[in-house]
């Protein structure tokens, strides 16, 4: 299966276009689960991967041509650790192989997470700031 297009995708339509149709729909789906979850996000491409930011980087992802690698940061896969414990992981990556369902649910928990950390953060921020 073809993956990531070689050349860089402008913007979320073409990277999930170029994608192959398999996949397509898969990818939508995640996009759409991201932003329920995060709606004041922002969607761009980052790294050559659709990214979403809000007070700083949410989440990333990008479709391989086993998997869907998704990239919450450290801090998204350390408080999921437990559920996320039959999938390949490492310091900042899940892997959802594309043979199996994709857990949008807890993909929507983990961006919602983020979205607080993000908030902690900025707030912290802004208050050291003033």
Known sequence: MKSVKAVPAKNVDEYVAAQPKVVQQIANKLRSTIKAAAPKSEEVI??????????????????????????????GIEAFKKELGDYEMSKGTVKFPLDKTIPYNLISKIVK????EN????????SAKA
């Open 46 to 75: 980052s790294y050559q991967m659709p990214a979403y930011k809000y007070n700083g980087m949410l989440v990333y992802f990008a479709v391989w041509p086993n998997h869907i690698g998704f990239y919450p940061t450290p801090g």
């Open 113 to 116: 997470y983020r979205v607080k």
């Open 119 to 126: 908030e902690m953060r900025a707030s912290r921020k802004k």
